[in-house]
């Protein structure tokens, strides 16, 4: 069996030479990146914006306790349920068995990536439940049979024609065309079914309100509305972390969270819910429940090193401008959370052992932290990341032999030259014989890539002890 | 008297590309001042620092800190050096004894071309190069030492340079470190787009604040024979009126 390194190294390479994917994925990012700046220039300073948004986080983190039992007690007294979930298979079992004590036999869901993290559709499947996705690209995903590509923009990987394909052999009808309009139409028509057969609706949360005692949405397509409001049970399942300290704070949070996910001034719907339908109400849920999910997070709010991953937004900025996501694309990664925020919280929620090589794979450029609207320092992380890795021995002890010999040359400046020397001259040798990629090639990594570097006859400082020996 | 600087070169520069300190030494003679080079130092401890090794680096930040303890001021021609020593450093040295001496150290050390435009006060240092030169901002020159105007500033200066910005300057090259090796298909496919954003320039040359950089692009623009070639800035800024027919480039 193979583990999750090989297979991301494997699927890199296959993804990082696919010149198809990576010309799909330069035009997605392309008009992102100019919607994505047009937007900030609407903001008036949007470093201040930034900087409000962190401090908002920061409190909210730093008093996650207070907050979420705050919420929690605003949606009680309205007659809603929360639940703590510790982990996936409580959250699953939750649910589970709330759709089969109520007779639940179809579901629709708005999008949520705390769903896909605990597998929340594959364990109502298995219980005999239809499961819908209503976003239109995790539609096309969930037809797919694969996980979302991105975390804003699921399907922003397929060209419509393929999408177009994918209708015409899983929806049992003729497509007559690949206009996106159409194509929306078509998915309506049938989710429109879906939505008034459904008993329960499953949605995120964007954000947990504490002062309020309601959740808010962000949605562009009007799919998070149906969801919310038709079917008789509503279930919101989000994480801990998701927790804001007031509503004024979404003032600030909901466009940045826009502009920085879509470029989008605001998103086409904003929606605050707090409970059940109330008497009096022309519609709504009969039941409400809040599912806070835990799954590692508590953890990591022990950290106080790495604690302000938990004030992301999942906005996906940082995917969009990482040139490692740009390359290889969501799917390689192989998790819930792909690209920069994916590779820093992934070791800490699924275990630093498998996931380790995550944090490795990145060039440490830094463009993720320079955009990320809540100010995580994201390639420090992995840094951090890195040396935890070190420290708890996950790493090769060849490499450990290597760096341990590294130390001894560079705390010997004589060593240091002296290898410096054998190293050129050791490989002068070898490329003078015709041996450059071969088996004897110390860089033969490298070379596969790259013509050799240069190899200079003397270090500087050579030239520099024979120039003021000569003066 | 005349103003001093001390040299820290890159271990890397100082064993595979030794014209870089060479260029960076004529510049900043040029411009009047002495250079020294302390030739007890050796690496800062960058490639154990990014590869998770921090017992491994510590010994050799220490190291710096005491070799350049007693400079008036550090230059390198790396960004990604400087970070190093600047940013990193004081998590680094933490709890060590000598963390005092690193912070003033840190607070000393400056990339080439920020000592060239923030310290000395010097744009124009007399370099004539006529070429079609493209830029590549280095990340961490870029995010980490907030370098984005003052390598260009230095280079609108220079005598018959055309300067041609190209497509996603500030987009990482893909050297990384030992990244370059680990992930060598990603190294490799961030190396190639990088190539081909220069290509279009239909620049001579491309060059950047840190020969890291540039190596690995040298690598990857060789490799598919392209027109451009690398060369760092203070190999730019060296070039002297009447130029030379060509560039000192080093190749294996």
Known sequence: MSTAAQRFLQDAAVKSADLMHREIIQRGMDSYDAAHLKGRARIKDWEAARQKCQEIKREAINHLDRYLLQFEEKVVARGGHVFWAA?????????????????????????SMVTEEIHLGPALEKA???????????????????????????????????????????????????????????????????????????????????DAGVIAI?????????????????????????????????????????????????TTYGTLIGGPRRPGEADGPEEFHVVLVDNGRSQLLADAEQREVLHCIRCGACLNICPVFRHVGGHTYGT?????????LTPHLNGIMEFKHLSYASSLCGACSSVCPVKIDLHHHLLQNRRNATEAGATKSSERLMFRAWRHAMLHPRIYALGGWLMRNSLRMVYGLGLVGSILDPMRVWNRYRAPVPLPSESFRARWRKDRAAN | MQRKVS?????????????VAVDTVRVLRRIGYEVEFPEDQTCCGQPAFNTGYWDEARPCAERFVKVFKHADVVVCPSGSCVTMVRTFYPDLLAKSSLR??????????????????????????????????????????????????????????????????????E??????????????????????????????????????????????????????????????LASILAQEDPPQKSPPQERP
Not at chain 2, 126 to 134: L, N
Request: hydrophobic share 45%; proline share 4%; glycine share 8%.
């Open chain 1, 218 to 266: 962000s949605t562009n397509e009007g799919n998070g509305r149906l969801c919310t409001s038709i079917p008789r049970i509503h279930v919101v399942v989000t994480g801990i972390e998701k927790v804001i300290p007031r509503l004024d704070d979404l003032a600030v949070l909901w466009p940045v969270l826009a502009t920085s996910g879509t470029g989008q001034g605001i």
């Open chain 2, 7 to 19: 040299l820290f070169v890159p271990c890397f520069v100082d064993q595979l590309l030794p014209q």
């Open chain 2, 171 to 232: 987009e990482c090259c893909g050297f990384g470190g030992t990244f370059a090796a680990k992930f060598a298909d990603i190294s490799a496919a961030m190396g190639t787009s990088k190539a081909e954003n220069i290509a279009a320039t239909e620049a001579e040359y491309v060059t950047a604040i840190d020969p890291s950089c540039l190596l690995h692009l040298q690598g990857i623009l060789g490799k598919r024979n392209a027109a451009a070639r690398t060369i760092y």
């Open chain 2, 100 to 169: 005092e001496d690193a912070l003033a150290v840190a607070s000393r050390t400056f990339e080439f071309s920020e000592f060239l435009v923030k310290v000395a006060a010097v744009t124009q240092v007399g370099a004539t190069f006529p070429h079609a030169v493209t830029y590549h901002a280095s990340c961490h020159g870029l995010r980490e030492l907030h370098l984005r105007n003052e390598p260009l500033q230095l280079l609108r200066q220079v005598k018959g340079l055309k300067l041609i910005e190209m497509t996603r300057s």
């Open chain 1, 128 to 210: 005999g439940i239809k499961v819908w996705e209503t976003d239109f690209g995790e539609f096309i995903v969930q037809l797919r049979e694969e996980g979302p590509y991105h975390i804003v923009t699921p399907a922003m990987h397929l060209l419509r024609g393929q999408i177009a394909t994918l209708f015409q052999e899983k929806l049992g009808q003729k497509i007559e065309s690949d206009d996106p309009a159409y194509l929306m139409a078509v998915a309506r028509r049938v989710l429109r079914q879906a939505f008034f057969s459904a008993e329960m609706g499953i949605s995120g949360a964007n954000f947990l309100v504490a």
């Open chain 1, 87 to 111: 982990n996936s298979e409580e959250a699953c079992a939750y649910i589970k068995n709330l759709a089969t004590r109520r007779n639940v036999r179809t579901v629709v869901k708005s999008k």
């Open chain 1, 336 to 344: 819930t959370y792909p690209g920069p925020i994916g590779s820093v």
